[in-house]
């Protein structure tokens, strides 16, 4: 696969100059990156790198200190309704879609009632509708049969997986997956990662954090290595992980290969 | 030795049941009051906003912080003085009652809700949700089974609690009792049916509130 630069995709999602600090720490230094549709971005980077504190701004969960977020070149403002030029958190998050490292599936909901809470509550469809929705997304991730399952009766992976139907409930533009298989047990990485590669395949557009190196070799278009709150390197995954000429990626890259 | 004698107390026993009717009713209304308010006062503490939430907490000190009996005299006798114009008894009572039980019930609700992990916050607000409907939809929902215990024996303690408010002649059980004990110069028959009254109706509200309390465990 190649870098997708061409002027004719449209570019769904986009980061200015975003920083962040946390007290005295500085996690974001000035990021830059424009997000096209039908594009996977896979982001890669050591611990502490900014990775996961960066996605979470690119839907707002945390927000930047100066910079901006925009969504189809409106300017996200602040506040969870929009005004003037800029939109609102709510309408941000109705396109673009979040799956978490911890899952965080409602414990007081069904898994069908997980799914279908975003189609009713935020986009007010008739019960009926949004049963149907989510029941295709649910199928999609193969847990059809656990529709009424509660969420501690699931593994990890199939925790995952709902949470991914719950995501895509929504219909989104995109998708933001924030190191979703680093809390499963390894036996379980593999489906996660399956419905993933399908997704990819179907053309959604998503960035990815993870420390999957040959899934994110696998499924991605563009190779983001972020480190100490910085782009460090980016480019093609062939380029970026297997023709590195970054000597901190070189380092990093080595202890995958090892 | 002392010879008991029920006889007289139980001639006074609609008297005792009336009582027991009234300490329900100040119960349950207190509790009510006191459930809607310490909702508003907790959602005043945790609304971020600076006055608002050091005024909710400078209310809820004031009220832990003191007496319950000091504060029905005080609303009482004090107050009406500030006021211009006299509160009833019964008003006093109840307005004293639900102030204070807010200022409990604001603790526990507070102590659900920041217990409920920021995760769930946040895939609430990832799916496009406000912030209210994230209170409403999520958070509430899986704090309130969380609160259970605490906001019944809260409530037990409530219900004791209108115990106090006989001082400023409200007819409710322990008033009753007293009335009784000066009609019939049995003190130790009067107040040991008295306390006989309290316990029946609160043994079992407790054995339930340890049910509720392992059910709230196992489920987690």
Redesign the interface.
Same mark, same amino acid.
């Given at each position: 696969m190649t870098v997708s630069t061409s002027s004719t995709r449209e570019t769904v999602l986009e980061a200015r100059g975003v920083t962040k600090s946390f007290g005295a720490l500085t996690v974001l230094h000035g990021i830059d990156l424009s997000l096209t549709s039908g594009e996977v971005v896979a982001i890669i980077g050591p611990s502490g790198s900014g990775k996961s504190t960066f996605i979470r701004c690119m839907n707002m969960l945390e927000v930047p200190e100066s910079g901006e977020i925009l969504y189809r070149g409106r300017r996200v403002g602040p506040k969870f309704r929009g005004g003037g030029r800029l939109l609102g958190l709510g309408e941000l998050r109705r396109h673009v879609g979040m799956v978490f490292q911890h899952f965080n599936l409602f414990p007081h909901m069904s898994v069908l009632e997980n799914v279908i809470e975003g189609p009713i509550t935020v986009q007010r469809k008739p019960r009926g509708e949004a049963v149907d929705i989510a029941m295709d997304y649910i199928a999609k991730v193969g847990l059809a049969e656990k529709r009424d399952a509660r969420p501690d009766q699931l593994s990890g992976g199939q925790k995952q997986r709902v949470a991914i139907a719950r995501a895509l409930a929504m219909q989104p533009d995109a998708l933001l997956l924030d190191e979703i298989t680093s809390a499963l047990d390894p036996e379980l990485v593999g489906e996660v990662l399956g419905v993933v590669r399908n997704l990819a395949e179907q053309g959604m557009t998503m960035v990815l954090v993870t420390h999957e190196i040959s899934f994110a070799a696998d499924v991605s278009n563009r190779v983001v290595f972020m480190e100490g709150g910085r782009i460090a390197d980016q480019g093609s995954p062939d380029r970026v992980l297997h023709n590195p000429d970054n000597e901190r990626l070189k380092t990093f890259l080595a202890r995958f290969h090892a | 030795m002392y010879t008991w004698s029920f006889a007289p107390i139980f001639q006074a026993s609609d008297l005792f049941l009336w009582g027991a009717w009234i300490t329900v009713v100040y119960t349950v209304g207190s509790i009510a009051i006191g459930l809607v308010l310490g909702l508003l006062l907790c959602f005043a503490r945790l609304s971020g906003i600076g006055p608002i939430s050091w005024l909710a907490q400078g209310f809820q000190e004031l009220f832990r912080c003191t007496p319950l009996l000091v504060q029905l005299l005080w609303i009482y006798y004090a107050l009406p003085l500030l006021l211009g114009f006299d509160l009833a008894n019964w008003a006093a009572a109840l307005i004293t009652l639900s102030l204070y039980a807010a200022a409990f019930y604001a603790e526990v609700f507070r102590g659900g809700i920041i217990s409920i992990?920021k995760? &769930?916050s946040? @895939? +609430? @607000? @990832? #799916? +496009?949700?406000?912030?209210w409907?994230i209170m409403r %939809? #999520?958070v509430l929902? &899986?704090a309130i %089974?969380r609160m259970m215990p605490a906001f019944i024996n809260q409530s037990v303690t409530q219900f004791k609690n209108t115990s106090l408010i006989s001082v400023i002649s409200v007819a409710e059980l322990t008033y009753m009792a007293s009335i009784v004990n000066g009609q019939t110069y049995r003190p130790l028959e009067s107040y040991t049916v008295l306390a006989v009254l309290y316990f029946v109706i609160l043994f079992p509200i407790t054995k339930f509130a340890d049910i509720v309390e392992s059910r709230t465990r196992g489920g987690h």
């Open positions: - | 992990d995760g &769930q946040e @895939a +609430g @607000a @990832a #799916i +496009g949700m406000s912030g409907q %939809r #999520i929902p &899986q %089974r």
